[in-house]
Nanobody
Framework: QVQLVESGGGLVQPGGSLRLSCAASGSRFSLATMGWYRQAPGKQRELVAT???????NYADSVKGRFTISRDNANNTMYLQMNSLKPEDTAVYYC???????????WGQGTQVTVSS
């Protein structure tokens, strides 16, 4: 069983920065593909970025060059550094873990990010 707890959301002005954190409990964190997803009001949940156990990353085109995903396996924590934020980045951001052997999918409760002047 894995539990994920996000933190770091809030209100920020356009052009500003935020860093989201996802703290994971349970074993095998280092084996998991971790990811950030977001859901804006009235829209479907979408991929923001993923980071697998080998360090390979994948980003949505809309955040490339602005967001950086990283992880600290020693502390079972994942991060999303968000720079040059835009109003269209406003959403609830969710942490996801895909833990193998057997493959299971876990989600955090979400953290609100609002970009507004």
């Amino acid at each position: 069983q894995v539990q994920l707890v996000e933190s770091g959301g809030g209100l920020v002005q356009p052009g500003g920065s935020l860093r989201l954190s996802c703290a994971a409990s349970g074993s095998r964190f280092s084996l998991a593909t971790m990811g950030w997803y977001r859901q804006a009001p009235g829209k479907q949940r979408e991929l923001v970025a993923t980071l697998n156990s080998r360090g390979s990353t994948n980003y949505a085109d809309s955040v490339k060059g602005r967001f950086t995903i990283s992880r600290d396996n020693a502390n079972n924590t994942m991060y999303l550094q968000m720079n040059s934020l835009k109003p269209e980045d406003t959403a609830v951001y969710y942490c996801n873990a895909k833990v193998p052997f057997p493959l299971r999918d876990y989600w955090g409760q979400g953290t609100q990010v609002t970009v507004s002047s």
